[in-house]
């Protein structure tokens, strides 16, 4: 993304996107604020939408077990009754359904993708699904201290531990390639989940190649493990390769999701929190998903930027829209175009001829330019 003088000027910056993430699936209840029976879940929703979210990344819990859910009944069940409590927010479903363990010795791991292929059948439709592009290690715990796992069922449990240490995210071509097709069929959006800038780059190639042709809403996933950690010089970088047109949050974990929204929201980005993600204000003080939401809110109306309503966020997103071309993908998301047979040298879309500026008013010199005012 480019950013000229007057960027950061909090008025000239899209409203911020707040993603809530209150379904915590690496946590069972007691750990956090999870929600488990169907009113608490949807509750959860409804209490972060009027905090200021109006993007709801989505787990689904089985209230009779507390665990998550792969009963895709369940699936359609939940959404249904989201629809009807908060029919304005943007509905995202976790594409990385189902991966805690049940029990200590069993693994974390994705389901396989015939399974995963199921969410792009959801009825009723969710906005978006997630999805994962190239698979890697996704070692959660990874980054984590004694302090962030304290008074959890992390905490003193090896066995419980090192069946999340072992979590890879299962994204390879054979996925994401049938996986795309699926959700523009059904019409669903997709919501790309990704670690590090050369998935970015992964992206761009099936944009380039017409395997993908919409518009770009992503998120970088800092969580470690396996994907890029708390270094700002990464996400910077991420930031600069993300295409201008695109629609880009960030993502952290623990204690580390605070000072990366906190960036995003001065950067003109949007920003993702919740109990997913992270379950401490400071050291040793829980945080509930609802209040992260309104720390966030508050941080931006202080700023001088404005939190998007929902409205603001389905056309920042580009719900239900797709593109016809690769042509028409790379232009709307403000990228260079393909290089045509033979054609030499940078490649850049055609104008329309006119004379710009500086070709009246300089003499080649950059100094003359910026000093000759326009007439």
């Not at 911020?16 to 690496?26: D, E, V």
């Not at 209490?47 to 993007?55: K, L």
């Not at 580390?256 to 109990?275: Q, T």
């Not at 033979?342 to 010199?365: C, I, M, N, R």
Request: proline content about 6%; aromatic content about 8%; hydrophobic content about 40%.
């Amino acid at each position: 993304m480019e950013f000229i003088d007057d960027s950061l000027y909090p008025e000239n910056m899209d409203p911020l996107i707040i993603t809530a993430a209150p379904y915590g699936p690496s946590w069972i209840p007691g750990d956090a604020d999870i929600p488990v029976t169907w009113k608490e879940q949807v509750q959860a929703a409804i209490d972060c939408y009027n905090a200021g979210a109006t993007h709801l990344h989505i787990h689904v819990r089985n209230p009779a077990t507390g665990q998550l859910s792969k009963d895709f009944e369940q699936f359609n069940e939940f959404i249904g009754m989201l629809r009807q409590a908060v029919p304005k927010m943007i509905l995202s479903v976790g594409g990385s359904i189902s991966f805690a363990p049940k029990t200590d010795e069993a693994k974390a791991k994705w389901l396989d993708y015939d399974t995963r292929h199921m969410l792009t059948e959801l009825d009723p439709k969710p906005d978006q699904v997630t999805i994962a592009i190239g698979t890697g290690m996704m070692d959660l715990l990874q980054m984590w201290s004694e302090d962030d796992i304290k008074g959890t069922h992390l905490e003193n449990n090896e066995k419980a531990q090192q069946a999340w240490a072992g979590l890879w995210a299962d994204a390879g071509p054979a996925f994401y390639i049938e996986h795309l097709k699926r959700l523009r069929a059904n019409g669903i959006q997709p919501y790309f989940m990704l670690g590090y800038v050369h998935q970015l780059e992964i992206v761009e190639r099936l944009i380039r190649k017409g395997l993908y042709m919409g518009p770009l809403n992503h998120c970088l996933v800092a969580i470690g493990g396996g994907a890029c950690g708390r270094n700002p010089f990464d996400w910077m970088e991420y930031l600069r390769r993300s295409p201008q047109g695109s629609v880009l949050s960030w993502e952290n974990t623990m204690r580390g999701v605070i000072p990366m929204c906190a960036m995003a929201v001065v950067l003109g980005i949007h920003c993702r929190l919740g109990n997913e993600d992270n379950i401490w204000r400071v050291k040793g003080e829980r945080f509930p998903s609802v209040k992260q939401v309104e720390q966030m809110a508050r941080l931006s109306e202080a700023y001088g930027r404005k939190v998007a309503t929902a409205e603001e966020a389905h056309k920042l997103m580009k719900t239900g829209v797709w593109y016809d071309s690769i042509d028409e993908t790379l232009k709307e998301l403000g990228m260079t175009p393909n290089r045509k047979s033979g054609e030499p040298g940078f490649v850049t879309w055609e104008t329309v001829g006119k004379k710009g500026l500086a070709a009246e008013a300089s003499d080649s010199h950059p100094m003359a330019y910026c000093m000759v005012a326009a007439e």
